[in-house]
Nanobody, 123 residues
Framework: QVQLVESGGGLVQAGGSLRLSCSAS????????MAWFRQPAGKAREFVAG????????NYADSVKGRFTISRDNVKNTMYLQMNSLKPDDTAIYYC????????????????WGQGTQVTVSS
């Protein structure tokens, strides 16, 4: 069973940047697609970005295209989300997830989740 731990969240002003990390332990995730999701308070969890096992295929939600960049380092068993030009609407708990297989139509079927990290963007 893989354990995922997110870090890097915090409070930032609108227009600022944050870099989230998702570290995996327990087993390698290098053969699986991974993704970031977020859940604003009182709303459903939503897809943010997904990345294939080797980074060759990447998909973003329309709301973050051009501002967020997903990447991964399979040697470190870690995935990242660089978030620039942050907006108050980006405020949410951000979760990472590992899929049960490849990226399909840009999405994953999550098999494991992290505990989440809070991102708050002030106006």
């Amino acid at each position: 069973q893989v354990q995922l731990v997110e870090s890097g969240g915090g409070l930032v002003q609108a227009g600022g940047s944050l870099r989230l990390s998702c570290s995996a332990s327990g087993r390698t995730v290098s053969n699986y697609a991974m993704a970031w999701f977020r859940q604003p308070a009182g709303k459903a969890r939503e897809f943010v970005a997904g990345i294939s096992w080797n980074g060759g295929s990447i998909n973003y939600a329309d709301s973050v295209k051009g501002r967020f960049t997903i990447s991964r380092d399979n040697v470190k068993n870690t995935m990242y989300l660089q978030m620039n030009s942050l907006k108050p609407d980006d405020t949410a708990i951000y979760y990472c997830a590992v899929g049960d297989g490849p990226l399909v139509y840009g999405l994953i079927r999550p098999s494991s989740w992290g505990q989440g990290t809070q991102v708050t963007v002030s106006s």
